[in-house]
């Protein structure tokens, strides 16, 4: 589904632009992305994995709230932003990982696939850099 449809539809929908409805999103991400590494501490890397992602979506959607636009999508927040970033190298390849965590997350969330250690030490760290990538974004 691409953006145009992604508004017809109803999955992405123009909002006002709340500062405290952005930096809410990035509190949120930071939280779950605590809990990812709480969990990937005691070895449950499959929740881990589920949080990292949890906390890369809060920070997609921060910066959708900072372009006015909410999302109801998953998929459509990634062809917002891959709309949105095409031109920005950094953010384009944030939005590719998040796009391939997604599927990811589907099939662990209700497929029960497993996640490896590896895989999920490696959506941390990608997640803390989203984080801070969008945190810098939303600050200019």
């Given at each position: 589904?691409?953006?145009?449809?992604?508004?017809?539809?109803?999955?992405?929908?123009?909002?006002?632009?709340?500062r405290?409805?952005?930096?809410?999103?990035?509190?949120?991400?930071?939280?779950?992305?605590?809990?990812?590494?709480?969990?990937?501490?005691?070895?449950?890397?499959?929740?881990?994995?589920?949080?990292?992602?949890?906390?890369?979506?809060?920070?997609?959607?921060?910066?959708?709230?900072?372009?006015g636009?909410?999302?109801?999508?998953?998929?459509?927040?990634?062809?917002?932003?891959?709309?949105?970033?095409?031109?920005?190298?950094?953010?384009?390849?944030?939005?590719?990982?998040?796009?391939?965590?997604?599927?990811?997350?589907?099939?662990?969330?209700?497929?029960?696939?497993?996640v490896?250690?590896?895989?999920?030490?490696?959506?941390?760290?990608?997640?803390?850099?989203?984080?801070?990538?969008?945190?810098?974004?939303?600050?200019?």
């Open positions: 589904m691409n953006v145009k449809q992604c508004f017809e539809s109803g999955m992405l929908k123009r909002i006002p632009i709340e405290e409805r952005v930096r809410s999103a990035m509190d949120l991400g930071r939280h779950y992305l605590e809990r990812a590494r709480g969990n990937f501490d005691i070895d449950y890397f499959d929740v881990a994995f589920l949080m990292a992602y949890n906390a890369m979506l809060q920070a997609a959607k921060a910066a959708m709230f900072q372009a636009v909410k999302e109801r999508s998953h998929q459509c927040t990634v062809a917002f932003l891959q709309k949105q970033l095409e031109n920005d190298q950094d953010g384009k390849q944030f939005v590719d990982l998040l796009d391939t965590y997604r599927i990811q997350r589907h099939q662990t969330q209700y497929d029960g696939a497993s490896s250690k590896d895989d999920a030490e490696m959506i941390i760290a990608d997640a803390q850099h989203f984080l801070d990538y969008v945190e810098t974004r939303i600050e200019k």
